[in-house]
């Protein structure tokens, strides 16, 4: 059976991928494009979202989309700036609104006979964030939910399948936003809500078999989840045809090399560990420039891989850990760059390599999701993002060996408490991190879950710029800072920092300072991002 999906038609709104993900959490696959790329003649699209967008309908640089591709077709939703589209293109009215609607509201009218608004609460909370809005609404449209302010807070055709929203119902402020949207893609698009990681793995398995046949694959690993996954994925598909490459710099954490290597070999792939530590470190002797050290790591490791890569005769693709964020943000449609990847780049032409990203349209808790489907460690599945130059963005100033091992030391008394340090939770709270796939244990219930799973990445900086005067028994110390950092975040497009327990810092400060020759001050980085960003370079 053909994989049904809902298209969702980005106008560049900074919530496009939320409605992404709360349409895969109706286990309904849907795919982000942009809005002047509608699939036409594609069968096995059951409906269409039209995004909100940072324009008006009436700025002439405004993104416009031919509605007759699918209005009156198929089901349409327009939100925000997709609903005041929708109204001024067939007839109706959009003005600057007297006042910018922003924030929390209550709709005031709720036509329940509608099948959008079927199990809606009475005065139901929104959430608005709109400049203009609808002062007339087509003709054959009625008013179907207004909130204090907005007559047409929501509308839709009386004779065809279309609707349309001025709120956000992908944010968690409107209240019933979930509701409504499982209105639409269940009740109105009727989605089989078939899409699983099981079912994921199935059809990706049988893809990559029909798509590689017998060929040859080169895959990079990098320790991290992503990659790990995709090979995890491939191996069961192809085998030993998957070679894989998993390049040491020597700016991983703590053992992490060998700890990693076992674990894939104990999932049965072909793994080439290449140690380049050595040449790493001399290229980037004396460099304390940020952009310099990224630059000489990626081009060190490109080299390093192709000199790999090359040994292995007949490849004809290669694979990479691709996931749908990446994706999204190089193809963001507004043009702005929010983050530059580092992945494996630039493999020579003459090789002719083939991209094959099998998880390029998965998030990253989907992702998770699939390699615990694939029967994968869970130590492996929650790790933390890790940046690809490693410590040495995490090292202020130049790079050395010694410099690598007191970072690694520090981090390692620091991660290994995050795991150790267990927290209650029930009620909302439960739920909410059990429905994130968290790994936990229900007693009563309550459940119990490490700092370290709760977090979305932690790590350690070493401030070897930096020295303070401690006190050590009655000697006088010079030595340098760590800082500690621990955020949360759902795409590290945003983050907070974590707010910690005094106890665990007090504790890991202590063991720091006394085990760690070489770091006598312990801070702690209250920063969110933005302004801040999570890596310190
Ligand atoms: P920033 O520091 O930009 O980081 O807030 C956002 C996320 O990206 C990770 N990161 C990287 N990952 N190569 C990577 O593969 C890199 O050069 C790199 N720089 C940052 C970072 O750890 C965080 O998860």
Redesign the pocket.
């Known amino acids: 059976m053909q994989q049904q999906k809902i298209i969702i038609l980005d106008f560049g709104s900074q919530t496009t991928q939320l409605i992404g993900r709360r349409v895969r959490e109706l286990d309904t696959f849907c795919e982000i494009v942009p809005y002047n790329k509608f699939p036409k003649d594609d069968p096995t699209v059951i409906g269409v979202i039209l995004s909100g967008s940072p324009y008006s309908v009436h700025d002439p640089e405004a993104f416009t989309v031919d509605l007759s591709q699918f209005v009156g077709r198929i089901p349409v939703l327009g939100i925000c700036y997709g609903a005041q589209f929708i109204s001024h293109t067939l007839g109706g009215k959009v003005e600057k609104a007297d006042s910018r609607e922003y924030g929390r509201a209550n709709l005031v009218t709720i036509d329940h006979s509608n099948a959008l608004f079927k199990g809606f609460e009475p005065n139901s909370q929104v959430w608005m964030s709109h400049g203009d809005t609808i002062t007339a609404i087509p003709q054959g449209f009625k008013a179907i939910a207004s909130t204090a302010n907005v007559t047409y807070a929501a509308y839709a055709s009386a004779t065809q399948p279309v609707w349309a929203v001025q709120f956000h119902p992908e944010v968690y402020h409107t209240l019933q936003g979930t509701q409504l949207l499982r209105n639409f893609v269940v009740d109105i698009c009727h989605s089989r809500q078939d899409w699983s990681a099981d079912s994921f793995v199935e059809s990706t398995v049988a893809e990559l078999k029909a798509q590689l046949g017998d060929d040859k694959v080169i895959l990079g690993l990098?320790g991290?989840v992503d990659s790990s996954v995709a090979a995890v994925l491939l191996n069961r598909a192809i085998g030993s045809n998957l070679t894989c490459i998993f390049v040491d710099h020597g700016m991983l954490r703590k053992n992490e090399f060998r700890d990693v290597m076992h674990d894939y070999e104990c999932l049965g792939l072909n793994v080439i560990g290449v140690d380049a530590s050595e040449k790493f470190f001399a290229d980037l002797a004396g460099v304390s420039d940020p952009e310099q050290k990224?630059k000489i790591?990626?081009r060190d490791f490109v080299e390093v891989f192709n000199a790999e890569a090359k040994k292995q005769t007949g490849a004809k693709w290669l694979a990479q850990g691709t996931i749908y964020p990446d994706r999204i943000e190089s193809l963001n449609i507004t043009g702005k760059v929010?983050?530059?990847?580092?992945?494996v780049g630039g493999l020579p032409e003459e090789m002719h390599l083939q991209l094959c990203e099998p998880l390029k349209w998965l998030f990253k808790d989907e992702v998770r999701r699939v390699g615990r489907s694939l029967g994968m460690p869970e130590h492996l599945i929650t790790r933390?993002?890790?940046?690809?130059?490693g410590l040495a963005?995490r090292i202020l100033g130049d790079i050395t060996p010694e410099k690598v091992r007191i970072l690694q030391d520090a981090d390692d008394i620091y991660i290994r408490g995050l795991r150790a340090y267990k927290v209650k939770l029930s009620g909302e709270e439960a739920r909410r991190v059990l429905a994130a796939g968290v790994p936990a244990d229900m007693h009563d219930g309550e459940i119990e879950v490490s700092l370290y799973d709760q977090i979305?990445?932690a790590?350690t900086i070493l401030l070897s710029t930096v020295r303070s005067v401690g006190v050590m028994g009655d000697e006088r110390t010079y030595e340098h800072p760590v800082a500690l950092r621990a955020v949360t975040?759902t795409d590290?497009?945003t983050?907070d920092w974590a707010h910690l327990p005094y106890d665990f810092m007090a504790k890991v400060s202590n063991e720091i300072i006394n085990k760690v020759k070489g770091v006598n001050r312990v801070c702690y980085d209250i920063s969110s991002?933005p302004p801040?960003?999570?890596?310190?370079?």
């Open positions: 990098s991290g990224r790591i990626g929010i983050k530059s990847h580092h992945n933390h993002p890790f940046p690809g130059p963005v979305w990445q790590g975040s590290a497009m983050a991002k801040a960003t999570i890596e310190w370079e």
